[in-house]
């Protein structure tokens, strides 16, 4: 692992950590904002310049220079997830990290997989709460107080941006709305989901929250924002879903058909893992209620009550779905 820190006046020293290159900021602060890359050599240097000068309080929203301009509310490191990028993308992130000593760290993976990569990052991560954003910031930056803030306020255990509320203002063609309301009205038929943008690149976790998310999330790729969600849906988390300001980047080079077979794949096991879950969980009350004994007291049926099993419904297929989440936009 290659290091270059403030607290030792940038000087690199290297080791070899499982293909994993860093630049790592030594002290805590209150975000991690995750940067997933592959292959981003067109748009990753103008990205994160703009990101962090408008953190830095030097620019708006739109990279013009403001005299004025005020800081984030929050400390924060921009991270550079480069996941096997075979261009020159891990060499411009060198160069950010040297051009914004103490603001920017960046890893690199010898595997594929924008999942793969947040897991990678959020997982090393002691920042209060971990977060990441498309490196074409299609999403406003101004929207990042409105993601952020209610996870430091304990207010919510994740926050995500939804380009499908009615507040939202989004400029894309009329495929991807399309493709993307298509996909989460199946989700919502499908899986039960009762958030309303699962793919939207703009997501914030609470440490916590991460640490106890990652282990059960089975995919490294498209699918990993879909899967973060029902599972918090399963668990009962707070959910913070914001309205936000988007534009579609036009120069995307994600094949949206084949992720949206992928997804569908995914889509069909979480619910398999999720109906699973349920199982175990409705055989384990049941036993529970049968060591009591057919004498059981008013006092203990009463006890049971109080503490009820996750409230199942069935879908088009008759399979139970977890529906618990506690939701506000």
Same mark, same amino acid.
């Given at each position: 692992m290659t290091v270059i820190d403030s607290a030792t006046e940038n000087v690199a020293h290297? %080791?070899?950590?499982?293909? +994993?290159?860093?630049w790592v900021r030594p002290k805590r602060v209150d975000v991690d904002l995750v940067i997933p890359v592959y292959n981003e050599e067109e748009e990753l240097d103008d990205s994160?310049?703009?990101?962090?000068? !408008?953190?830095?309080?030097?620019?708006? %929203?739109?990279?013009?220079?403001?005299?004025?301009?005020? /800081?984030?509310?929050?400390?924060?490191?921009?991270?550079?997830a480069d996941? &096997?990028?075979?261009?020159?993308?891990?060499?411009?992130?060198?160069?950010?990290?040297?051009?914004?000593?103490?603001?920017?760290? &960046?890893?690199?993976?010898?595997?594929?997989?924008?999942?793969?990569?947040?897991?990678?990052a959020w997982g090393q991560s002691q920042a209060r709460v971990v977060a990441y954003m498309d490196v074409d910031l299609s999403t406003s930056l101004a929207n990042l107080d409105d993601l952020i803030l209610p996870l430091l306020g304990n207010q919510a255990d994740l926050a995500i941006g939804s380009r499908l509320l009615p507040q939202s203002r989004i400029r894309r063609s009329i495929k991807r709305e399309? +493709?993307? /309301?298509? !996909?989460?009205?199946?989700?919502?038929? !499908?899986?039960?989901?009762?958030?309303?943008?699962?793919?939207?690149?703009?997501?914030?976790?609470?440490? %916590?929250?991460?640490?106890?998310?990652?282990?059960?999330?089975?995919?490294?790729?498209?699918?990993?924002?879909?899967?973060?969600l029902l599972l918090a849906q399963y668990q009962g988390l707070r959910l913070r879903e914001i309205p936000v300001r988007w534009v579609e980047d036009a120069g995307s080079t994600v094949d949206i058909f084949d992720t949206a077979v992928k997804d569908l794949q995914g889509m069909a096991r979480t619910r398999r893992t999720l109906n699973s879950l349920s199982s175990e969980g409705t055989g384990e009350k049941e036993n529970a209620r049968a060591k009591t004994g057919a004498n059981a007291t008013a006092k203990a049926g009463a006890g049971a009550s109080a503490n009820p099993a996750p409230a199942l419904l069935p879908d088009f297929r008759g399979a139970l779905i977890p529906r618990k989440l506690s939701y506000t936009v």
């Open positions: 290297t %080791e070899s950590e499982g293909g +994993i290159i860093s994160v310049r703009l990101l962090a000068s !408008y953190l830095l309080g030097r620019t708006n %929203e739109f990279g013009a220079p403001v005299a004025d301009g005020t /800081r984030a509310a929050f400390t924060w490191n921009i991270v550079i996941n &096997a990028s075979t261009d020159f993308t891990w060499a411009i992130a060198a160069k950010l990290c040297e051009d914004f000593p103490g603001f920017i760290r &960046a890893i690199h993976l010898d595997e594929k997989g924008r999942g793969r990569a947040l897991k990678t399309f +493709i993307s /309301r298509s !996909y989460n009205l199946l989700l919502r038929t !499908y899986c039960q989901a009762r958030f309303h943008d699962a793919q939207c690149g703009f997501k914030a976790l609470r440490l %916590e929250t991460a640490r106890k998310l990652l282990p059960l999330i089975q995919d490294d790729a498209w699918f990993f924002d879909t899967e973060l």
